[in-house]
């Protein structure tokens, strides 16, 4: 009985060992939609500020190998902007002779940008290798410089990892510091801290929460306190993506 006992225990052991440690991948198959859902807040102070809330569509329409392809869409965009005292808000869903002469100014910016697609090539490991939009607009090559996947460590991970990734954009240096705080459900929550230096100094943290099976990031959420120019600037960055 103390044997079969002891045998159960160890066998209970393994398969938590087990369970805790994951390798982290994106695992998409061609034909896969996404839906992502941005939340994006800038508060510059007395400057003012920006509330800009954003829904994309993403379709996978490739993948060889360890690369993956997909095509993304701007679906909607809501945003409310106070700047110099003066208040401007844009919606998308808003028929033109709806909206204010603010309004229809922001949706000739706006409209391009809903028109093109990104296309992006990206590896399995979450590293963004290119990206170019079609019909290509200022703008929205601008806001896809600005985004960037977070890339996956090549080994297994568990409670405690942590790895460091590095970007340089606009003369600001991010390092960013990941690390696995649990791993639960079938879900990898990470804890992320980061330094900003360069023509900007400043810090970021945040968490995400990690589906193992898709490597989907269900939620991904980020707070920046900026110094740059003079200026005080606080960022708060709030995402989450669901599988269509």
């Known amino acids: 009985m103390k044997k079969l006992l002891f ?14 440690s994951v390798l982290l991948r994106a ?10 859902k941005l939340d994006v807040s800038q508060d510059m102070g007395a400057q003012g500020g ?3 809330k954003m829904t994309m569509d993403m379709v996978v329409t490739g993948k060889e190998g360890d690369v993956i392809t997909t095509e993304s869409k ?12 003066m208040a401007m808000s ?13 309004g229809k100014m922001m949706k000739q910016q706006f409209d391009p940008m809903m028109k ?6 990206m590896s399995t490991e979450g590293e963004i290798l290119e990206t170019k939009v079609e019909p290509s607009t200022p703008a929205m090559d601008q806001f896809t410089k ?29 390092k960013t510091t990941y690390t696995i705080s649990k791993i639960e459900n079938g879900k990898v929550y990470i804890d992320v801290i980061g330094a ?23 939620t991904a959420n980020t707070e920046m306190a900026l110094s740059a120019n003079g200026a005080d600037i606080k960022i708060s960055t709030k995402s989450t993506t669901t599988k269509m």
């Open 7 to 20: 045998l159960f225990v160890l066998a209970t052991t393994l398969t938590v060992t087990a369970q805790e």
């Open 27 to 36: 695992n998409y198959s061609k034909g896969d939609v996404l839906s992502v």
């Open 50 to 52: 920006v509330d800009m």
């Open 74 to 85: 701007i679906k909607a965009i809501d945003m409310n902007m106070l700047q110099g005292g």
């Open 90 to 102: 844009f919606n998308s869903s808003m028929k033109e002779e709806d909206l204010d002469q603010m």
């Open 116 to 121: 093109a697609t990104i296309i992006s090539k």
């Open 146 to 174: 600005q985004v960037k996947g977070v890339k996956y460590p090549k080994e297994k991970v568990s409670v405690g990892s942590s790895w460091t990734d590095e970007t340089n954009e606009q003369g600001m240096e991010v």
């Open 196 to 218: 900003v230096s360069g023509m900007g100094t400043g810090d970021v943290k945040g968490n995400l929460i990690v589906d193992v099976k898709t490597g989907i990031q269900d």
